[in-house]
């Protein structure tokens, strides 16, 4: 099983700014099939990221992912109110499970 | 559009069986393999399974193997997850998404449904 370990738990910053998050995988996940997700409190999850890379239909590309092999960022340019939300990262490369980081809550400073 | 309606929340006790459902729409059910995801009360997204309702085709996460059971029924384009035996640690949200790619049983999750809330308590 690739256990995902996202970092940090929490991050605390201002609209305007860049976020940075963090997906490292215990192995290689197989070619880039590396995808993040946004959730608000009370809604289902939202793809954003899919392949590693490609914004998913509707992402407004302030939205970027990058990374392969074993490691793999999120960065969100230009923060907006709408933004702050728990992020998830979700390997799909290798036979079942598939697995989930723990996420990273990134909160309005 | 593309659509995937849960059933409404449930209240059960330990031991109860229980069965929720994912209706899909808008989409040709057959083509795409449904998920299901648990959340536990202010945890992370844990995979369970995915079934390809085209030929009933269905993968389990040990964690959950033998501990549910994930169906479907093309006729009325609708999957299932069932409990013959519900605990506590049961409590959770679940939610069932799509497949981004028709046919590819190994992807991220680009349509969900809204969750259906299952609680256990005596």
């Known amino acids: 099983e690739i256990v995902l370990t996202q970092s940090p738990g929490t991050l605390s910053l201002s609209p305007g700014e860049r976020a940075t998050l963090s997906c490292r995988a215990s192995q290689s996940v197989r070619s880039s099939h590396l995808a993040w997700y946004q959730q608000k409190p009370g809604q289902a999850p939202r793809l954003l990221i899919y392949g590693a890379s490609s914004r998913a239909t509707g992402i407004p590309d302030r939205f970027s992912g990058s990374g392969s092999g074993t490691d793999f960022t999120l960065t969100i340019s230009r923060l907006e109110p709408e933004d702050f939300a728990v992020y998830y990262c979700q390997q799909y490369g290798s036979s079942p499970p598939i697995t989930f980081g723990q996420g990273t809550r990134l909160e309005i400073k | 559009e593309v659509q995937l309606v849960q059933s409404g929340a449930e209240v059960k006790k330990p031991g109860e069986s229980l069965k929720i459902s994912c209706k899909g729409s808008g989409y040709s059910f057959t083509s795409y393999w449904i998920g299901w995801v648990r959340q536990m009360p202010g945890k992370g997204l844990e995979w369970m399974g995915i079934i390809y309702p085209g030929d009933s085709d269905t993968r389990y996460s040990p964690s959950f193997q033998g501990q549910v059971t994930i169906s479907a029924d093309k006729s009325i384009s609708t999957a299932y997850l069932q409990w013959s035996s519900l605990k506590a640690s049961d409590t959770a949200m679940y939610y069932c998404?799509?497949?981004?790619?028709?046919?590819?049983?190994?992807?991220?999750?680009?349509?969900w449904g809204q969750g259906t809330l299952v609680t256990v308590s005596s």
């Open positions: 998404a799509r497949h981004r790619t028709p046919y590819s049983g190994y992807d991220n999750f680009d349509y």
